[in-house]
């Protein structure tokens, strides 16, 4: 699995009705599904109705961000800065990620997990 899975004008992932992460068939309506969704509405403040625009850009990451030495900052893996992306300029500001059960949305979070551990790993050897 590569990331991001959704960039620019794709707003849901998988594009086709099958878990994002096991792709078996069946995760759509009228079908059960576990959602992973990020977004933002750019609202109306007097009618206080909001939806999707293109103005609005969407993202979802997972990110370390270490402690600033520098400054005195305490905690582990000080100095380490590191992120994945799951999802990038994603236009209109909303988007969703589709698995079939929530067995299969915790694989995919300890999944991108895992990856985040493998790029801190990579930045404390270079550092």
Not at 62 to 81: F, N, R, V
Not at 102 to 119: G, H, I, M, P, Q
Request: charged share 30%; aromatic share 8%.
């Amino acid at each position: 699995m590569r990331f991001p899975l959704l960039i620019d004008e794709k707003m849901n992932y998988p594009s086709k009705p099958k878990c994002a992460w096991c792709k078996q068939d069946k995760v759509s309506e009228p079908h059960s599904m576990a959602m992973l969704s990020c977004g933002a509405l750019l609202m109306n403040r007097k009618t206080g109705n909001g939806g999707s625009d293109a103005r609005l850009d969407g993202f979802l990451d997972l990110t370390w961000h270490g402690a600033h030495t520098s400054e005195e900052g305490q905690g582990k893996h000080p100095d380490i800065y590191a992120r994945v992306d799951i999802a990038s300029r994603v236009r209109g500001g909303q988007l969703g990620v589709n698995f079939c059960s929530t067995k299969c949305l915790r694989s995919f979070l300890n999944y991108a997990v895992d990856v985040l551990e493998k790029k801190m790993k990579i930045r404390r050897k270079r550092s």
